[in-house]
T-cell receptor
C-alpha cells in the first residue's frame, strides 16, 4: 500500500520569505501522480499543484513550484514570496495510475505566514 | 467555474440516528469519492464510485455506510446508525475519466454526533 509522509507538522515564516514543505512517499508503481492541496481555516480542500511522475520537469504554478525527485520518492513544495493568504494546512497526496485512483494523503503541515 | 457542492454544511445528530450527506459533483465528471477528516487528522479515503457501483472502499467503509447516485446529479453518503467516532468533516470529490486527473473537492459537511 502507498504511504505519504510529511515530516514537518508546523512551519512558520515571515511574509515575503520563501518556504519549502517536505513530502516523501512510498510506492511500487512506476507511473503515478502527486498533488499538493491547501486547506485554509474554512477547511475547503484547494488544489495547489499537480505533478505527473513520468514528467521529469518540475511543475510550477505562479509562486508555487515543486522539487520532484522520483528516485528518492520525494515531492517538496516551494512557496516563493509568501503571502498572509498562504497561511493554511498543506497536504501532500499520492494517486496511483491503476484502480479507483483514490488519493492517499500525508498528515499535513500547518504553515503560518507572519506579517 | 464549475464546482462540487455539498449539503448540509453542518449536520448535528444523535448517536444511533441515520444521516444522509449530499453532494452534487461537477456535471461532466464520472468518478466520485467520499473522504473523511477527523478534526486535527489527515484526510482519509472512504469510497470511490464509478458507473453506478463502488469501485473501491476502505476499511473504514463498513456495513453502516452506503453510497448512492439516485439521479443524474446527486451523490449521497448514508450512515445508518451514527457513532460518536463518526464525527468528522466529510468531503465529496469528483474527476473526469482521464487517468491522474485532479480531484475537485466540495466544501465539506461537518458531522457532529452527540
Amino acid at each position: 500500500a502507498q504511504t505519504v509522509t510529511q515530516s514537518q507538522p508546523e512551519m512558520s515564516v515571515q511574509e515575503a520569505e520563501t518556504v519549502t514543505l517536505s513530502c516523501t512517499y512510498d510506492t511500487s508503481e512506476s507511473n503515478y501522480y502527486l498533488f499538493w492541496y491547501k486547506q485554509p481555516p474554512s477547511r475547503q480542500m484547494i488544489l495547489v499543484i499537480r505533478q505527473e511522475a513520468y514528467k521529469q520537469q518540475n511543475a510550477t504554478e505562479n509562486r508555487f513550484s515543486v522539487n520532484f525527485q522520483k528516485a528518492a520518492k520525494s515531492f517538496s513544495l516551494k512557496i516563493s514570496d509568501s503571502q498572509l493568504g498562504d497561511t493554511a494546512m498543506y497536504f501532500c497526496a499520492f494517486m496511483g495510475s491503476q484502480g479507483a485512483q483514490k488519493l492517499v494523503f500525508g498528515q499535513g503541515t500547518r504553515l503560518t505566514i507572519n506579517p | 467555474e464549475p464546482e462540487v457542492t455539498q449539503t448540509p454544511s453542518h449536520q448535528v445528530t444523535q448517536m444511533g440516528q441515520e444521516v444522509i450527506l449530499r453532494c452534487v459533483p461537477i456535471s461532466n465528471h464520472l468518478y466520485f469519492y467520499w473522504y473523511r477528516q477527523i478534526l486535527g487528522q489527515k484526510v482519509e479515503f472512504l469510497v470511490s464510485f464509478y458507473n453506478n457501483e463502488i469501485s473501491e472502499k476502505s476499511e473504514i467503509f463498513d456495513d453502516q455506510f452506503s453510497v448512492e447516485r439516485p439521479d443524474g446529479s446527486n451523490f449521497t453518503l448514508k450512515i445508518r446508525s451514527t457513532k460518536l467516532e463518526d464525527s468528522a468533516m466529510y468531503f465529496c470529490a469528483s474527476h473526469t475519466t482521464s487517468a491522474g486527473d485532479t480531484q475537485y473537492f466540495g466544501p465539506g459537511t461537518r458531522l457532529t454526533v452527540l
